[in-house]
């Protein structure tokens, strides 16, 4: 009964800028919405899949080297929104970009997850 759904993917080209957006519903929604952490990954054609961003309960955040300066993420608590926004894209920036939430385990509570969507592509060429 969890879902995440991505959109906002979309062609480009070198330079451009697109934003991502996560949307959950089910049983990470509503109120616990809050302590999940979120993520996005990236996998593009024969390669592994990449951990791009991550944005924890409280708020902080971090990239990926290759991103660092380019794109940032953000959460909106009561949306049950993330997103990703990506500026000046490059060609190697290209693949299907997902959504990940994650409950770490804490005290009282088990861990949760991993639950992923099912990706949008991102695709920057001239």
């Known amino acids: 009964q969890v879902q995440l759904v991505e959109s906002g993917g979309g062609l480009v080209q070198p330079g451009g800028s697109l934003r991502l957006s996560c949307a959950a519903s089910g049983s990470i929604s509503g109120s616990i919405f809050w302590f999940y952490d979120m993520a996005w990954y990236r996998q593009a054609p024969g390669q592994q899949r990449e951990l791009v961003a991550t944005i924890v309960s409280g708020g902080s955040a971090n990239y990926v080297d290759s991103v660092k300066g380019r794109f940032t993420i953000s959460r909106d608590n009561a949306r049950n929104t993330v997103y990703l926004q990506m500026n000046s894209l490059k060609v190697e920036d290209t693949a299907v970009y997902y959504c990940?939430?994650?409950?770490?385990?804490?005290?009282?509570?088990?861990?949760?997850?991993?639950?992923w969507g099912q990706g949008t592509q991102v695709t920057v060429s001239s």
């Open positions: 990940n939430a994650e409950r770490p385990r804490a005290g009282p509570w088990q861990y949760r997850g991993p639950y």
